[in-house]
């Protein structure tokens, strides 16, 4: 007697299309012997299955356990229904539902085929730079609108050959309904320019950018989401030419060489870093230097770690193939001048980068999406995320509960933008510093885009507290035009939030929060940065901060680690005696000049800045008095630090004010006694973390709360973090910091949607 047949409906939401999603159910059918058939909807897949239930069952069971690489799974229903009497199981045609979205997959590295295949002289696609399949290739950077399909994308221009074409339709082939599929006769191919002219096309372009390469020259290179600018990283005149034309100080070049073995030439690489390397988002890795290597020292000066990531196109992969006189190593940066955001139109780039480039390689597949690479660091034995980009964005964040459309506009810098819908957040890839009007414009577009792709309609706005904002006028502005209501959201709890968000923490329940950056507007008009909360979604008390000190010229101080150790020094009621570097750092008409503004209190706004601690820090004991970029100072001061020492200082702590008056006097007396630089910038470090154990320990007794969350840019600080990590765990304290969203001002937008959404 056959087997009684039942039938069961399955509705999956997450990312479901384009990544081969059904295929690979269709093989499952057929190996479960079910019939029914799988289709595409507006909001995710839907499937129709019948068959034994046993079968039904291992079948429902495998979904989760075998899915395609790049799929996510975030909701998967089912719901019994009659047997069908279908004979086969096959693929229908995608239902569209009008207002319905569903998470896009974002920009994903070549895959092992494809790489195989890129590099196989036997194959049709050999040496073709665009080689894509279901599992890797361009996504976000090229979609237009959805759903996603070739006509909605920017590969629209480039009708399919027939073997393509033919690949694309077989369910069995690893290229069905691959929407970027394209081979040398049909897709997008690459040209080489130089003073305006096409030097070459197609293999000779490559060929001829490798040759340019290896001679010394700076390329630009246009890549998945914008123009990278290149040049031989062992090359040292070379390496300084890009800095001098770029206009960039002494911030680190990312650098890409052709495989993990070429990495490990010059970095340490972890087998966990190593899979961080290889994985589809293919992001920048900070990895450790190792000691003598051939790079040119200009790469990354002052730093004990190097950004390597490995080629994510298959043009990448063409540029670094190893031949004789090729360079191993290539300085790839974002295409623009310090700044700017990376330039990402063709003739844009050519009018941006044509005074820094020698020559451009180009391609015919436009960007429609600007996205920068993405930079992570290993960091207690988990992705830490300083900038999250290409490969990561537009992932969305599954929220705990449902939430009303929220747009959040974020911070000043390092900006990002979030719209909520439904239990989504659709944090954006990094922006940039709103502080030009190519950043805004890339900004405006950016919102525009997202509310198109995932079908928000905001009806919430939520900004920073800072009026001076670019996005909190933006977010002013929007509120008036559209008559929505408008939350103006403090910079820490934003923050806090914002960790809460990226841990899950699902209840309204207050938690510690150590919010430490460099700057945030607080409730009380000084710049907050060393904040202690107890809070969550729903609101919070300011527990204790960092004691006020003066902020010389305002923001303008973050460039000057100099002036703010003056500045503590005069708060603390320390002289400034000769011998300390920041003092012999200004001339005497400058001290006089500067003395007589903090006596005066003219534009020193009082700052309790964490970031601005450090910087003071780091200038205090001589290692750095101007900073070419935000934070320079604080990385190198930690960079010096003695992985051995114990010793730390004390902060007084009292009514709610920690003050490191204490702590720069026994930081001088060690100095002059002759300590060496490595043990002052431990303790000085360690100190930071035993205040942190001390102010949690207190308030635990207060308000007998376990948990406290880590968030604001000073906790990219890894000394910091892991040893406060360590101190606090051992305290039993159950600690938050972040994964999957930047510890910086990347992650504010999401905060700010988050306690918006909070707000009847
Ligand atoms: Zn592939
Ligand atoms: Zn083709
Ligand atoms: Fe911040």
Known sequence: MPEAQTGLRVWIR????????????????????LTGWVRNTSSGVEIAITGPTAAIAQFVAAIPLELPPLARIDLLETRPSLPDDTQHFEILSSQVEPGQFMPISPDVGICPDCRRELLNPADRRYHYPFINCTHCGPRFSIIQDIPYDRSLTTMAGFPMCPRCQAEYNNPLDRRFHAQPTACAECGPQLSFIASGSTLAVREQALQQARVWLSAGKILAIKGLGGYLLACDATNPTAVAELRRRKNRGAK????????????????????????????????????????????????APNQPTLGFMLPYTPLHLLLLEPTAGMPEVLVMTSGNQSEEPIAFRDEEAFERLGQIADAFLVHDRPIHMRVDDSVVKLVAERPYLFRRARGYAPNALLLFRSVPPILATGAELKNTFC?????????????????????LRSFEEGIAHYQRLFRVQPQRLACDLHPDYLATRYAHQQAAERGIPLMEIQHH????????????????????????????????????????????????????????????????????????????????GIEWEADLPPVAAFCAQDRTILRAQLERRIHTPQTSSMGRLFDAAAA?????????????????????????????????????????????????????SGTPLPRLAARFHNSVCGLNLQICQEVRQVYATQTVALSGGVWQNQYLLEHTLTRLKAAGFHVLWHHQVPTNDGGIALGQAMIAAFTD
């Open 252 to 299: 680190a070049f990312a650098l890409m060489a052709f495989d993990l073995a070429a990495i490990q030439r010059y970095c340490e690489v972890s087998a966990a870093e190593s899979d961080l390397l290889s994985a589809h988002a293919s992001p920048i890795v900070l990895l450790t230097k190792r000691p003598a290597t051939s790079l040119a020292a200009a790469v």
């Open 620 to 672: 205090l004991l001589g290692v750095q008095q101007t900073a070419s970029y935000e934070g320079q100072a604080a990385m190198e001061l930690e960079a010096l630090c003695a992985p051995d020492e114990t010793g730390e200082y004390s902060f007084t702590l009292a009514n709610g004010v920690f003050d490191p008056a204490p702590l720069w006097q026994a930081l001088l007396d060690d100095w002059r």
């Open 419 to 439: 719209l909520t819908r439904e239990r989504y957040a659709f944090l954006s890839h990094h922006i940039g510093d709103l502080e030009n009007y190519e950043t």
């Open 493 to 572: 709890h934003a923050h806090l939030a914002a960790c809460l968000v990226d841990n899950h923490w699902d209840t309204t329940e207050p938690v510690i929060g150590l919010c430490y950056d460099g700057t945030g507007l607080g409730t009380d008009q000084a710049v907050w940065g060393g904040e202690v909360l107890l809070g969550g979604y729903l609101g919070y008390q300011r527990l204790a901060h960092l004691a006020y000190a003066p902020l010389p010229g305002g923001d303008a101080a973050t460039r000057k680690p100099a002036r703010m150790a003056l500045a503590h020094l005069w708060q603390a």
């Open 14 to 33: 997450g990312i479901v299309q384009g990544v081969g999603f059904r295929p690979f159910i269709y093989s499952l059918a057929v190996r479960h012997a």
